[in-house]
């Protein structure tokens, strides 16, 4: 295979989610830079995925009844599973799911508070979609997906599913609410360290009077609800907050006493503080760093802090630092290649556009996602899924492992006609496989597939002998320790 | 095919490889891990238990001043006698199997405990507790120093968490720690049947035993996948399990089962770890009403607990296992404007088994809103911890796990006064 080729799997399997044989025969006509371009532009390509959802040729969908994206919280999880697997635009749904980690909103405290249906259409309906055209958090994240950061907080602060999951619906002057104040600072901008006890309670008195609309005691359950923001100016503690970090580009740490109907600018003025801080910068600069670079070694302090200089020149954009970091050499370098621990969701959707779809549907792969440990809409707690090893207990593996299996077999007879061209030895099949599930081998490894593949009967390279030998082959090479890397 | 066990190099990172064969040389490999068949069961509750909702100073005025809806009644508490100081505690009205074990001399309630500037993030709390290490609260679990200091090579289900994710508290480099949230869903599947089937799972356990040590994230993840395929058959002889009391058919029931049926089983764990959550009640506590948030989880709590007791103590087994309880901090004495309570500091914790000398140890808190008030800290708003949590962690590694509590906390935690085991 030509050089270029792995360093286009690589570029896929980051900014993307991976690459069928058809999205690698495209991207492989492309230079690097113009690969990088329209991954990163991705604003010049259709984004009509969703309407390839039910069509012959694409991986299929499970319901009950009629498929509810909008309302249904396991058809919602489908919808953007499918548009994993298939999006032109795969760094849109990348940085999503980057988002959606950063963010991290429960789906089950929105729903204990406006029930099923409501929850499903805050954490994931289409404006289009929606009767009332609610725009649900997942879309937030799509829509402002490699946008400006500062943009994103104010619009994540204003965000109905955000209100409710971290109570700011009940964050009044009379008892300010600390949690999106402190998770604002300790979670979302610099970080634990950089943000002390008064602050805290400085930032939920900015906050006061930011809620949501219809109130709790309306019927938050009505499916015609329309959730949105709200500022209530006479909930809105008007004192000057300070702070112990400069807000203003005086270097002033207090945010001035101000009328209760101009006090929103409060909470704006905050936000701007926070994203533009160094503190900021480096610190998302670092996790972009460990999504899209490398975490299996310290972060290079020196591209982190390049990487958080381009954030700031470009008032907090986040297209300008993907571009540095996908056109940098250290990106391209072989040693990057396999170096992030696989999420169980980059897991599975990289191994179906790797080994096929055809007849399999979305619905299979929701259990074993909650095996692995990511339920999409259901971090574990707003500080996001643990990343990295943590992946790894050996019941995920094992939920890996069988998930291959499940998906093995359902393209049992896919994978063996593919296969035919290699029937010739066991050695033949497994050069065909691993070369098409993009991985790297070790050679005791890739002697046990050859060994298994020529193991039991005599080599024929039959068609029951490929159906049996291929789904086992790939099966075996899902669940490699180095299929686990992206 | 010959058992082959290959030395391991620890280049600071999981490498150690070891192919298994049949179960009996696992067995006496846990045998082998210590004389003792002692087992700690640790018990996470997650989200910040309110101790003061639980072990309940029912005679303490600035009790039902300060929480006016919270304020448990104190004609409906479980009277379990005075702690050292003289002060009258009871138990939630819920918790009435524990009052029993109480009775029996069984369970250990130890009053404030915390450490000093206690955090507030739950997240940072948690690792605090995890690691042991309130000034450096992100290296390896107290739990997983523990194992690691076990003589090797470790067996792979010498840790068994049932929860889906490894705990801090049992992270280290050298220890694998078998997760296993469904014993039956612990199960090796294959696109074939049949004698396919067996080559294919034969050569997965082939591919999940070459560990390069030249590239450690990959030898972890295989050392993770072989620990997982050694560890198949003696969890799937745990769901053959039939308990002699009938656990609540909820999550905590079914993880407090499979850890009475491990033990029943004699699989030789020396750790096990459930979380149980739903503590961080910020809103509508409600500690009385039938369907009281804080009423629910109470009665989670001892329906759970009581029922692997109980089942424990049917089999002959209560007297080889402790299960101690923890949460990331307490919550604060004055309820807050959504009648509920806010991350506080100190808090009770629980101590339950055959081994356990019952009782009350360390003194209640006074509630009064003094600033002065040496029990409470934050210009009185919570709780000030007495006793240190690594001095709870050094009780359980040197005097029931026969363990060197100096080496795994990293220091000298010891203290008398705390002496529930």
Do not use: C
């Not at chain 1, 965000?159 to 600390?178: S, V």
């Not at chain 2, 694998?176 to 294959?190: D, E, H, K, Q």
């Not at chain 2, 033990?263 to 509508?284: C, E, N, P, R, Y």
Request: glycine fraction near 8%; charged fraction near 15%; hydrophobic fraction near 40%.
């Amino acid at each position: 295979m030509a050089a270029g080729d792995v360093l286009i799997e690589h570029l896929l399997r980051r900014a993307g989610f991976g690459a069928s044989p058809g999205e690698l025969a495209t991207y492989s006509r492309l230079s690097y830079g113009q690969a990088v371009d329209r991954l990163v532009n991705y604003e010049n390509l259709p984004d009509t995925v969703d309407s390839n959802i039910g069509q012959p040729g694409y991986v299929g969908t499970t319901s009950r009844g009629p498929f509810s994206p909008t309302t249904v919280p396991d058809d919602a999880r489908q919808r953007w599973l499918f548009r994993m697997v298939h999006s032109e635009r795969p760094l849109q749904e990348k940085m999503a799911l980057f988002w959606h980690n950063y963010f991290a909103t429960g789906y089950s405290k929105v729903a204990a508070a406006v029930r099923a249906q409501n929850a499903t259409r805050l954490m994931a309906a289409k404006a289009s979609d929606d009767p009332q055209k609610q725009q649900g958090q997942i879309e937030l994240f799509r829509s402002n997906a490699v946008g400006n950061f500062r943009n994103l907080l104010v619009a994540v602060a204003k965000d109905p599913a955000m209100l409710i999951w971290l109570d700011g619906d009940t964050n009044t002057k009379a008892r300010p609410q600390e949690n999106f104040g402190r998770e604002l600072m300790e979670l979302f901008s610099r970080g634990v360290g950089y943000y002390t006890e008064d602050d805290v309670y400085a930032a939920a008195r900015v906050f006061t009077g930011w809620n949501l609309t219809p109130t709790r005691g309306a019927d938050l359950q009505d499916p015609n609800a329309s959730f949105s923001f709200v500022y209530n100016a006479n909930q809105h503690e008007t004192t000057a907050k300070s702070f112990s970090f400069p807000i203003y580009a005086d270097g002033s740490r207090t945010i001035p006493s101000r009328s209760a109907s101009a006090g929103m600018q409060d909470g704006l003025d905050l936000i701007a503080a926070l994203a533009m801080h160094p503190e900021t910068a480096r610190r998302l600069a670092t996790k972009l760093f460990e999504f899209f670079v490398s975490e299996t070694g310290p972060p290079d302090p020196g591209f982190v802090d390049d990487l958080a200089t381009v954030y700031l020149r470009n008032d907090t954009a986040i297209k300008p630092v993907l571009q540095r970091l996908f056109m940098s050499p250290p990106f391209q370098d072989a040693s990057t290649r396999f170096t992030r621990y696989s999420w169980p969701v980059e897991f599975v959707v990289r191994a179906m556009k790797e080994v096929g779809w055809a007849g399999f549907s979305v619905g299979s792969v929701l259990t074993p996602l909650v095996n692995m440990g990511q339920e999409l809409l259901e971090p574990p707690n707003v500080a996001g899924w643990v990343l990295g090893r943590s992946w790894f207990s050996t019941g995920a593996m094992l939920a890996r492992m069988n998930f291959a299996s499940a998906l093995a077999f359902n393209q049992k007879f896919n994978l063996a006609a593919a296969a035919a061209a290699a029937r010739s030895s066991p050695r033949a099949l497994v050069d065909f496989l691993t070369a098409r599930l993009t991985v790297d081998l070790e050679n005791d490894v890739y002697a046990d597939l050859v060994t298994y593949a020529g193991a039991g009967a005599a080599w024929t390279g039959s068609d029951t002998q490929l159906q049996a030998k291929a789904p086992g082959v790939v099966h075996l090479i899902l669940g490699t320790a180095a299929y686990q890397f992206v | 095919m010959a058992i082959s066990r290959r030395t391991f190099v620890k280049n600071g990172v999981a490498a150690f490889t070891i192919s298994f064969a049949a179960p009996a040389f696992l067995s006496d490999l846990a045998r082998a891990q210590g004389a003792s068949s002692r087992n700690l069961v640790v018990l996470d509750l997650t989200g910040g238990n309110d101790g003061l909702s639980m072990l309940v100073p029912y005679t303490d005025a600035s009790y039902y001043s300060r929480r006016p809806t919270l304020a448990i009644p104190a004609g409906t508490v479980l009277q379990i006698g005075s702690d050292g100081s003289g002060k009258p505690l009871g138990l939630h009205p819920k918790l009435t199997g524990l009052r029993d074990i109480f009775n029996q001399g069984r369970l250990a309630l130890i009053q404030r405990v915390g450490y000093e500037n206690s955090s507030r993030s739950h997240f940072s709390g948690t690792d605090i507790w995890s690691t042991a290490n309130p000034s450096n609260p992100a290296g390896s679990g107290w739990v997983g120093r523990y194992l690691a200091a076990l003589p090797p090579p470790l067996d792979p289900l010498v840790a068994w968490n049932t929860t889906g994710e490894t705990p801090h508290a049992l992270q280290s480099s050298s220890v694998s720690v078998a997760s296993i949230p469904s014993v039956n869903r612990y199960a090796f599947s294959s696109p074939n049947t049949g004698n396919e089937a067996v080559l294919e799972r034969s050569a997965a356990v082939s591919i999940a035993s070459h560990v390069p040590v030249d590239k450690p994230h990959i030898a972890f993840v295989g050392t993770t996948a072989q620990a997982a395929m050694a560890t198949l058959d003696r969890v799937a002889a745990v769901g053959q399990y039939t308990p002699s009391v009938v656990y609540p058919n909820n999550g905590f029931g079914q993880a407090l089962q499979a850890i009475a049926g491990a033990m029943a089983k004699g699989i030789g764990t020396k750790v096990f770890w459930l979380q149980t959550g739903g503590f961080d009640t910020h809103a509508s506590q409600d500690t009385t009403a039938d369907a009281g948030a804080y009423v629910r989880l109470m009665v989670s709590l001892n329906d759970g607990l009581t029922a692997f007791h109980n089942d424990l103590k049917n089999l002959a087994l209560l007297n080889d296992t402790l299960l101690l309880s923890f949460s990331e901090f307490g919550r604060r004495v004055t309820e807050n404007g959504s009648r509920g309570t806010d991350q506080g500091a100190a808090s009770v914790l629980l101590a339950l088994g055959g081994g356990v000398r019952g009782g009350l140890f360390g003194t209640a808190p006074s509630l009064n809103a003094d600033p002065q008030n040496p029990t409470l800290e934050n210009n009185a708003a919570d709780v000030r911890y007495e006793t240190d949590f690594r001095s709870v962690y050094a009780k359980v590694i040197d005097n029931w796990l026969g363990g060197d509590s100096v080496g795994v906390l990293g220091g000298n935690f010891r203290k008398s006064g705390i002496d529930f085991v």
